[in-house]
């Protein structure tokens, strides 16, 4: 006979009543409540379609959340499931349950059970609210777990942390629980020993960089991945902890320096982390000892990289020599590589054959300039004039007989120095070792006109100056730059 139009629906008002919004309310989630607050409009405003389905696209859920809502609410005793064909649900009066008025009210068992285990559990230590104990059921009915796996999840959470901890925060525990295959009370115990132990050692961690504090998520999550995943166990962190006094101690920090431990080499354990460590220190000291022989200043990691790769090519000591030979014509780190394969592909690759390398390059390089000087030959000393100069020194002749075969040499026609090897080889075979005996050998050769000879004493050994030592390094690199191609 009466009948309401359908679009004033839409501009009437839909009764909660007062006890929903002080006792119901507040430990819901959200989602929750929409789905009761809906349900409540179609009590009040019947529709042709009030599917589930037809819900959850109006609220914009899925049919699983909304028919999780329904289910808590089921438990908190405002809504009861009368037929599943139909699909049919009965509203309830907040007031009216809590008055126990209305139809009898047919409690969950099971949650009923579970829910004076979790008083138990929290006893005096705090007060547990009916919101919170309705979260940790859904970690029964949603996410797959046993009670008595929830319950231990909840005893770990009061020893972990404190018994005031947020039970939104322990969601996150029992989901991961159910991902690691969490089934009953014997895989819970395993998972959450686990657990504690992540939570022991971060505190050690934390208690190392003087933090007296609980850990953060963020923090279980690294100490959790350098245990885990790089496999560093708490001895090995904790010696790396060392490494933080430079700076600001922090989880971040500390991360850094772990991650370069793991890509830098295989220590893992405390001692082999402090042994990793020493080493290290100790090869940027070398490392510097290098560069500042060169006269450059790299950055620490550019330096540890560079170092090692100059290692590849010469032992510790070599290096030095290099950089001293480097540094005093102003040569570049690239020209010190140069030098250092240079020596490697000669066969020098002890400090001592390098040292009497070096000696015997320089003693050549300085004698052939006074010898080209006095035959009269314009040019610098190459390779092929320091192994003839060794051949006449292995022929048992002295630096005042080469000189005075140059000045022989200087009024010879085309090539003075093939003209003086000519004349010293002549010698070496007819026996001659010292100047007096050239001189008895000596015929005569056509001076030029006005050109005094020189006497044996004029060819003594001369002191290197420095100039002389810096041309002989420059030649040095010179040479190898060319040699490297």
Known sequence: MFELDREAASFGITAVENRFITDYLPAAKGDYVKVYLWGLHACAHPQADDSLESAAQALYLTVPEVEAALRYWERRGLVSRLSDEPLRFLFYSPLQRQQGAGAAFQPDTAYVSFAESVYAAFGDARKVTPGEIALAWEWVQDVGLTPEAVLMLLHHCMATGHAHFSFKKAEKLAVRMKEAGVAGPEDAEQFLNHDQSVHDGTRRVLSRMGKRRLPSDDELEMYEKWTGEWGFDLEGILSACRETTSGDPSFKYLDGILSGLRSRGQARTGEAVKRQLAAEKSEKELAQEVFSRLGIYPAAPVAARTYQELLTLQPHGVLLLAAEECRRTHKTLEDMQSLLESWRNRGLTDENAVRDYLNRYREA?????????????????????????????????????????????????????????????????????????????????????????????????????????????????????????
């Open 365 to 485: 390089n300085v004698a052939l300039r006074e010898i080209f000087e006095a035959c009269g030959h314009a040019g610098r000393p190459t390779e092929k004039d320091r192994q003839q100069y060794e051949t006449w020194k292995s022929w048992g002749m002295d630096r005042a007989l080469m000189l005075f075969a140059a000045e022989q040499s200087r009024v010879a026609e085309g090539s003075k120095t093939a003209y003086l090897s000519k004349v010293l080889e002549a010698w070496h075979q007819a026996g001659i070792t010292d100047i007096a005996q050239a001189r008895a050998e000596r015929k005569p050769t056509g001076r030029a006109p006005g050109r005094k000879t020189v006497s044996a004493q004029q060819y003594g050994q001369r002191e290197y100056t420095e100039d002389e030592l810096l041309a002989v390094s420059d030649d040095l690199i010179e040479e190898a730059r060319k040699h490297r191609g």
